[in-house]
């Protein structure tokens, strides 16, 4: 029981906010032989130290200065800024990124040449920087992109206390496949045909609504708990709760990708890459939530109840407060 509390908990370490994971996003981009343009894009989540907030400052190429000041201003949720460098040579070998990334917070670099593909590359606190290749690596976008992509399920909390909600209702393991599969297939839809702007919802309603999903489910799982025999459409039609709240969870997932965004001439490998890796990461979470109450059940069989019903409520709670945060705030 105390091992299941510890591993659906732990979200609640971190403040209660469920801000998307959004990773930073600087690109560098060649406007005209030798003039470049620099943009960058700070999520102020991932830039935080207990002090003022400040926009983390770019490591521009050796071979380049800036021409005139740095613009610098604050958006909703993000802090951003651009230049304009003038540069000598095609940078190739040449060190560009940002010069902080705290904690667990990622970024995404690209540099698109004039002449050349796009380059792409995924920064972390540990390499917060990255060398301009002579000749852009193959499978450097679906890689950074699939990490992405696994890791917004992982720590994006939100969809993550929706998948945990998922198998506590569901637990058996036929229904959770079919669950997962419907889930799947519903954000998929919705991620794709928002991306290439077939669809799309405000990201406000959306949020409020993906909130919503999670209290939905919560108060389910408890009346399984308490009324085992009363079986609602919800119970008996898993599959069909988790397609539906699929979708909008697929809007949510394609509001972080568009914060990102796809480099030009790979948008196919770079959505495909991401939508993998939330799978994956989907994947991860059953599993091991799987597993866990498999061997709670074998060892403690009296505690699995309570332990679900605790860790339910906590879940139900914390998407309580995103939903009335997200229509009042």
């Not at 951003?80 to 560009?96: I, P, Q, R």
């Not at 945990?164 to 794709?192: D, P």
């Not at 959505?271 to 060892?299: C, P, S, T, Y």
């Amino acid at each position: 029981m105390r091992a299941l509390l510890i591993s659906v908990l732990a979200a609640f370490a971190a403040p209660l906010a469920a801000d998307e994971l959004r990773p930073a996003v600087v690109e560098l981009t060649e406007r005209s032989a030798g003039q470049w343009s620099l943009e960058w894009k700070i999520p102020v989540a991932a830039n935080t130290r207990g002090g003022p907030r400040i926009l983390a400052q770019p490591v521009i190429p050796k071979s380049c200065e800036m021409h005139g000041d740095a613009v610098q201003r604050a958006a909703p949720l993000a802090l951003l800024g651009s230049a304009t460098l003038l540069c000598k040579g095609d940078l190739a070998e040449e060190t560009f990124g940002l010069s902080d990334l705290i904690g667990n917070a990622d970024a995404i670099a690209r540099v698109s040449p004039l002449e050349r593909p796009t380059q792409t590359f995924r920064l972390t606190s540990d390499t917060p920087t990255a060398t301009i290749a002579a000749k852009p690596d193959t499978w450097a976008v679906a890689r950074d992109y699939f990490v992405i992509g696994a890791e917004h399920i992982l720590f994006g909390w939100d969809h993550l206390l929706f998948v945990i909600a998922l198998v506590f209702l569901v637990r058996s393991g036929w229904a959770v496949v079919k669950a997962a599969t419907a889930f799947t297939v519903a954000h998929s839809i919705t991620l794709v045909a928002t991306t290439l702007g077939y669809a799309g919802m405000p990201s406000r309603p959306v949020e409020a609504l993906i909130a919503l999903s999670i209290v939905f489910l919560a108060v389910e799982v408890i009346r399984a708990i308490r009324e085992p025999n009363h079986h609602t459409w919800t119970r008996r039609m898993p599959w069909l709760v988790a397609f539906a709240f699929g979708l909008l969870h697929g809007f949510g997932f394609a509001g972080a990708l568009a914060d990102i965004g796809l480099p030009q001439g790979e948008i196919a490998s770079a959505l495909l890459a991401f939508n993998v890796g939330v799978e994956a990461g989907q994947l991860i979470v059953i599993a091991a939530l799987m597993a866990l109450l498999a061997v709670l059940k074998r060892a403690v069989p009296m505690a699995e109840t309570p332990a679900i019903r605790f860790a339910t409520y906590a879940i139900g709670i914390t998407g309580s407060f995103w939903l009335f945060e997200r229509l009042l705030g």
